[in-house]
């Protein structure tokens, strides 16, 4: 990658294609040393976002889980207290 680059841009500078090949050695370490850290970066990524998914599941679970005990706790609470506002027998 870095040698590719290093050779555009002498072409597009109208300068010989290897002039100062050091510059080249440097340039093909960065493209390497690049390449690399790209295909850590996807390999880290996908290693969090599947941990993500599967702790975003969890926790959904356990929110659908309070919402609903809360839900039901709280229609039950209104019920009961319906019936003892109007009095009228609870029927649970």
């Known amino acids: ?3 590719g680059v290093q050779f555009y841009v002498n072409a597009v500078r109208k ?13 093909a370490g960065a493209g390497a040393a690049l390449g690399a850290w790209v295909v850590d970066f996807e390999k880290r990524t996908e290693k969090e976002l599947t941990g993500t998914s599967d702790e975003h599941n969890r926790l959904l679970i356990n929110f659908l889980f309070v919402a609903s005990a809360t839900f039901f706790l709280t ?3 209104q019920q009961t207290l319906c019936c003892r506002l109007f009095e009228f027998r609870d029927v649970a």
Do not use: F, R, S, V
């Not at 300068?15 to 340039?27: D, G, K, T, V, Y």
């Open 15 to 27: 300068l010989p294609l290897m002039q100062n090949p050091w510059e080249h050695a440097i340039a």
């Open 1 to 3: 990658m870095g040698l």
């Open 75 to 77: 229609m039950k609470t």
